[in-house]
């Protein structure tokens, strides 16, 4: 999920503020978190929505009991999208649960400005998410004047400064008729002025919705995208009624060994079909020189007997061509 769908979110969790947090289990690799009559659940670095689907196996790893016991019916104060980037924050009255979404993700439980416990430890250079430690959010990489996003690197690069993410942009270069891949420095006035019409525009009329090929659903969205205008479209009441529709319904992943043997498959397939017409080629050439072996057999003796000066006009009939210095003759039969 993207910035702009988080923030979505974010809005829709809203009417929970003041509920009471009971539980937290994992579900596979997805976390679920009740508050109050709400079932949130957070697979990380992929998505977080409210959901009405409930699993019947969940497990408690170590984080799960930590923050059972820490957040026991805590009271839940606030919700917010931190720097409008992919960090969403649950603060309850006991302490606060952060989710880090962007790459493979992480959720963290802050007391105190220290973290208490989290789903993994991580490291770099400016932070780091260890029991114990002071817990510091990401550096804010958002923008949100598009003069300011915009560089001399394509387009579709500077603009992922803005609180939107890929999908929109790419959406709303397409409306404006730019090129994704022109620099952001050799822009005119007059499309920077058309890309904040149509930012503008897509912010005004966001609309969550998924898209259908057949019966299968293949992706959601805030907005109408020009790569699926073939599909069907269906709207729904919240963007975590959409993300619910297609995570739940989206096919599984095909297994990877299976793809692996099944594009090997393809492989020998295009390999034996090239084989084949390699073999009717040398099947006519072969048959064209058992047709015509004895007048080949002639030109050959003329050309190792004759001199270069004198095949040209003895196999003239042929339209030679002697290239004297290679030492060699074309000709046609």
């Not at 170590?62 to 649950?90: A, P």
């Not at 096919?251 to 060994?257: A, T």
Request: hydrophobic share 35%; net charge positive.
């Amino acid at each position: 999920m993207t910035n702009l769908e988080y923030s979505q979110v974010v809005e829709e969790l809203q009417q929970y503020v003041g509920k009471h947090f009971s539980k937290i289990s994992l579900a596979g690799s997805t976390y679920r978190i009740k508050i109050g009559t709400a079932s949130i659940l957070c697979e990380l670095g992929v998505r977080l929505h409210l959901t009405k689907y409930i699993e019947k196996e969940t497990t408690l790893d170590s984080f799960c009991q930590k923050v059972r016991r820490e957040l026991d019916n805590s009271r839940l104060l606030s919700v917010v999208q931190v720097n409008h980037d992919r960090v969403i924050q649950f603060e309850f009255k006991a302490g606060s649960l952060y989710f880090e979404m962007f790459g493979k993700g992480n959720v963290v439980l802050v007391q105190e400005g220290n973290t208490v416990a989290a789903a993994k430890r991580e490291k770099w250079a400016d932070r780091e998410i260890k029991p114990g430690a002071p817990y510091k959010t990401p550096k804010a990489s958002v923008v949100f004047e598009l003069n300011r996003a915009i560089s001399d690197k394509y387009i579709a690069a500077s603009l992922m400064k803005l609180p939107f993410g890929k999908p929109y942009v790419l959406e709303v270069l397409r409306r404006a008729g730019i090129d994704e891949k022109i620099p952001g420095n050799k822009l005119s006035a007059k499309q920077k002025s058309s890309l904040q019409g149509e930012f503008d525009s897509l912010n005004s009329s966001l609309e969550p919705i998924c898209f259908y090929e057949g019966d299968a659903v293949v992706d959601f969205s805030l907005t109408k995208l020009s790569e699926y205008s073939d599909a069907k479209v269906r709207a729904f009441p919240s963007l975590s009624e959409a993300a619910d529709e297609f995570y739940f319904k989206k096919k599984p992943p095909e297994n990877p060994e299976l793809k692996k043997l099944r594009d090997r498959l393809e492989k020998q397939k295009e390999r034996l079909e090239k084989l084949k017409l390699e073999e009717r080629e040398c099947k006519e050439k072969g048959d064209f020189i058992y047709a015509n072996f004895q007048e080949m057999e002639q030109i050959l003796k003329t050309a190792s007997e004759k001199k270069l000066s004198d095949i040209e006009k003895e196999l003239e009939r042929y339209k030679v061509k002697v290239n004297k210095k290679e030492k060699t003759i074309e000709l046609e039969l």
